[in-house]
């Protein structure tokens, strides 16, 4: 993100966005006037949409300028601009894009964004079918901004290539937090540095320092949900917030792996156990990246093929992790059936109850409540009340969940 003023050299030319295409990039630098000083709205090559434009009237934002050099480029923009958003897009183009906008950004979490930070990176929407750049007046941030980001009902991403600084924002955030701070917004930004952590591990899962580096935080998260449990300050089911919108592989694991460890304190686990619950539900996807993207992706009902393709995340993944050194059997368990359930419909081995490993049947109902809890492009989002009656109802009347962990996760919420 620019924190520039421009110069008095530059000459300016009054604008108006009225015009401006929505799901096209903007060839040219747009300012705008926060009330004291014009500054750099958004660069040439901008991908311009609805969070944009809800953004820049959320911040009060009405005078906007491009410089008088680009002039020619916005008036020969200006008469493709209506033509370009008159053509609706074919719904699978449109998934395709979103897929591959998705692909190319990283979620971050919207809410560890402080107001009077600054941030070196440039910030995103999406929200199925919409996806493009999230333009800010300032740095630092003001609360207004903070405030229209919060209220923007999409998930936030960056560019792929500037998790590096995202992640050394959060560590500036932990340090900062670490005096002024609650205990709650310190294990939010654990939570999200253990998330940074996998999402690296799934782009490099050769990397066995990084593998060793991801266990022992996971211990590291173990132990933090342990003290806080003992020590409240607030309620385990403040851990069981969900703050996507859309559904990502880094986002559900950790959101699982939080789940997971808290219903496993509450069940008065040991640490070994607690240790082998994070790991095996952090890493239970791991598969979801080794298998088809297309597939993992897809908008509308998969083939029968592709089902099975689907499927065989669970046993790509139990196979992966089966050749690392020293992981429990309990991890790999955990990772080959969490998608088993107790009266033997579930799939890969469609064991039945005795012969699912108990840690594993807790995952499946972190899972399955993560899992309904978000939505994706195909499937909308249920409420708690909605999600946990189908919980109660494969855990209580069709004995597919383990009831006992069930009821776990079910006294923590209606604590
Ligand atoms: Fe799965």
Redesign the pocket.
Known sequence: MKTYVIEEKDELIAITLDKLAEGHRVPFEVFADDGELKKSLFDSGFLYNVFAKEMIYRQGLTRFYIKSANNLNFNQYLKHAEKLSRIVKDDNVLFSDYSEYKRKHGYIDKTLISPLTRLNFELGGMRYPVYGGIPIVGNPLSVEAIDALLKLGADVVIKGEDSPKYESYLHGLMHAEKESGTELRSIQIKQELLRCLFSKFLHNLNDGALFKCLMQETLNVVHMIQHFSEHPIFDLKDLFQIRNVDSYVSVHSVNVCIFSIALGVRLGMDEKSLFHLGAGSLL??V??VLISYEVINKQGDLSIDEYKHYCS??VEGANFIEKLKDVPKHVYEIILQ??ERLDGSGYMQKLMAKDIDMLSQIVTIA?SYEALMTGTPKRKSMSQKRTLQILRDDAEEKHKLNRTAYRALNSILKE
């Open positions: 239970h996807d598969g979801k995340h669970v969490h998608h899972d």
